[in-house]
């Protein structure tokens, strides 16, 4: 599965503008994001659709972002691993 391209970050728009707000998070290329120094959460597209992965602690979580409840899903999830620290 390949990171997402440019095209699919813009179609992505709202969402990463959402990221963007949160404190602590680095976006050091675009659809890219570091916190304290380690990759946290970053963007994938394949044939199913798009997807985000999300560092949480050691693992990663795989959430689809194609429709408006998964993406809200992801913010939810992303504000709860945040929190944590």
Do not use: C, N
Not at 13 to 29: H, M, P, Q, T, Y
């Amino acid at each position: 599965m390949k990171h997402a391209g440019s095209e699919a970050l813009s179609a992505l728009g709202g969402l990463l503008d959402e990221i963007r707000s949160r404190e602590g998070l680095v976006e050091r290329r675009p659809g890219v994001f570091y916190r304290k120094g380690r990759a946290f959460l970053h963007f994938h597209e394949d044939p199913s659709g798009l997807h985000a992965d999300l560092r949480l602690g050691a693992a990663w979580e795989r959430l689809r972002v194609e429709t408006r409840a998964e993406r809200q899903a992801l913010l939810s999830r992303l504000g709860e691993a945040l929190s944590k620290g």
